[in-house]
Antibody, heavy 121, light 110 residues
Framework: EVQLVESGGGLVKPGGSLRLSCAASGFTFSKAYMNWVRQAPGKGLEWVGRVTSNSAGGTKAYAASVRGRFSISRDDSGSTLFLQMNSLKTEDTAIYFC????????????WGQGTLVTVSS | QSVLTQPPSVSAAPGQRVTISCSGSSSNIGSDFVSWYRHLPGTAPKLLIYDTYKRASGIPDRFSASKSGTSATLGITGLQTGDEANYYCAVWDSRLSGRVFGGGTKLTVL
């Protein structure tokens, strides 16, 4: 069974930092392209960023709203995805989801349950 | 303001058909595959359609999708009260070098 479990969310002051983790199991994590997506209160879904597999270069891409402040990394040996969030703003308050890209063999993607990040003084 | 434009809301009666549009540009819908998601706030989004037309695993054929130029459409037939949710289109945008979601459409089954 595929599982993605996010952790690391919480309350942080504006300007602060937080590191989210996404522990993966049930699939070959090292081959997966991984994404972070967020939903702010009362708002729609917003793509945050993506990292490709290391065999595809480990290329990272970010939404303009977080570029230069957030950084995605992955630990294939531990099947874990990370999101380092620096210089946090109140508008970064959201539920953060990690998700795989579509697995063409199973015609599915997989999502975690999300972790809440609240940026407030 | 998203680069993908969806109507904020649509509604229809049980058993009826509804379509949800997603309008973009040549740098996104016009040049890449579109995905569609169903989402209830606070829960994980559920993939309905990927690669513009293909239903995700376990998605019934009541759900279909199409694309023409820089616009995509999700169609749902035989509406059920359980279909009430927010629906999002998503696609890679080559100009932004990132993925974008539409603003979302709230479906109400009257």
């Amino acid at each position: 069974e595929v599982q993605l479990v996010e952790s690391g969310g919480g309350l942080v002051k504006p300007g602060g930092s937080l590191r989210l983790s996404c522990a993966a199991s049930g699939f070959t994590f090292s081959k997966a392209y991984m994404n972070w997506v967020r939903q702010a209160p009362g708002k729609g879904l917003e793509w945050v960023g993506r990292v490709t597999s290391n065999s595809a270069g480990g290329t990272k891409a970010y939404a303009a709203s977080v570029r230069g402040r957030f950084s995605i990394s992955r630990d294939d040996s531990g099947s874990t995805l990370f999101l380092q969030m620096n210089s946090l703003k109140t508008e970064d308050t959201a539920i953060y989801f990690c998700a795989t890209e579509v697995d063409l063999t199973t015609a599915q993607d997989y999502w975690g349950q999300g972790t809440l990040v609240t940026v407030s003084s | 303001q998203s680069v993908l434009t969806q109507p904020p809301s649509v509604s229809a009666a049980p058993g009826q058909r509804v379509t949800i549009s997603c309008s973009g540009s040549s740098s996104n819908i016009g040049s890449d595959f579109v995905s569609w998601y169903r989402h209830l706030p606070g829960t994980a989004p559920k993939l309905l359609i990927y690669d513009t037309y293909k239903r995700a695993s376990g998605i019934p054929d009541r759900f279909s999708a199409s694309k023409s130029g820089t616009s995509a459409t999700l169609g749902i037939t035989g509406l059920q009260t359980g279909d009430e949710a927010n629906y999002y289109c998503a696609v890679w945008d080559s100009r932004l070098s990132g993925r974008v979601f539409g603003g979302g459409t709230k479906l109400t089954v009257l």
